[in-house]
T-cell receptor
Framework: AQTVTQSQPEMSVQEAETVTLSCTYDTSESDYYLFWYKQPPSRQMILVIR??????QNATENRFSVNFQKAAKSFSLKISDSQLGDAAMYFC??????????FGKGTRLHILP | EAQVTQNPRYLITVTGKKLTVTCSQN?????MSWYRQDPGLGLRQIYY???????DKGDVPEGYKVSRKEKRNFPLILESPSPNQTSLYFCASSLGQGAFYEQYFGPGTRLTVT
């Protein structure tokens, strides 16, 4: 079965520091996408970053970057220069090319001023 | 503005009283889906639709119905709500079904069934 595991239910980081959220997944597929979604207190689901499995280069969006290790089935999110607005629940998600998306259980990130 | 809207945003109801949560998108998206979010469980797909009159079950369809009579609308129907359907519900849409297409989420509907 395809699963997504986020082993850290909660994390805290000092403002302006760097934090890494971990995510592992299990699949036998070779063609898929991986995503990180942010859910702030407003509850809106916001796509932060996505990675196509066949691309070896790690995706980057401003202060957000991923470390994609395909062989290890690992997809961690690094947030640099953490800001108070980064406080949210973060969901890792996996989606095969033509199938439904599967979400992890989430990691709640606290930013300490 | 391109968006997915849901109504109502908050709803408190009693067991057995039929309710409908509406979902509408203005982006001419073909693919729409419903998720529920529960603490410690993440988001789980309830139903999805690949186009008008084409719907299929997701991971947790029991107790729910959907319809897709128009491309823009995808209502979620709870014929006889029960307390275990208390949850946060999200509608989402995308241009196509494949993972290449970004999903756009609605603002969520907080449902409480007493």
């Amino acid at each position: 079965a395809q699963t997504v595991t986020q082993s850290q239910p909660e994390m805290s980081v000092q403002e302006a520091e760097t934090v890494t959220l971990s995510c592992t997944y299990d699949t036998s597929e070779s063609d898929y996408y991986l995503f990180w979604y942010k859910q702030p207190p407003s509850r809106q689901m916001i796509l932060v970053i996505r990675q196509e499995a066949y691309k070896q280069q790690n995706a980057t969006e401003n202060r957000f970057s991923v470390n994609f290790q395909k062989a290890a089935k690992s997809f961690s999110l690094k947030i640099s220069d953490s800001q108070l607005g980064d406080a949210a629940m973060y969901f890792c998600a996996y989606r095969p090319r033509d199938d439904k998306i599967i979400f992890g259980k989430g990691t709640r990130l606290h930013i300490l001023p | 503005e391109a968006q997915v809207t849901q109504n109502p945003r908050y709803l408190i109801t009693v067991t057995g009283k039929k309710l409908t949560v509406t979902c509408s998108q203005n982006m001419n998206h073909e693919y729409m889906s419903w998720y529920r979010q529960d603490p410690g469980l993440g988001l789980r797909q309830i139903y999805y639709s690949m186009n008008v009159e084409v719907t299929d079950k997701g991971d947790v369809p029991e107790g729910y119905k959907v319809s897709r009579k128009e491309k823009r609308n995808f209502p979620l129907i709870l014929e006889s709500p029960s307390p275990n359907q208390t949850s946060l519900y999200f509608c989402a849409s995308s241009l196509g079904q494949g993972a290449f297409y970004e999903q756009y989420f609605g603002p969520g509907t907080r449902l409480t069934v007493t």
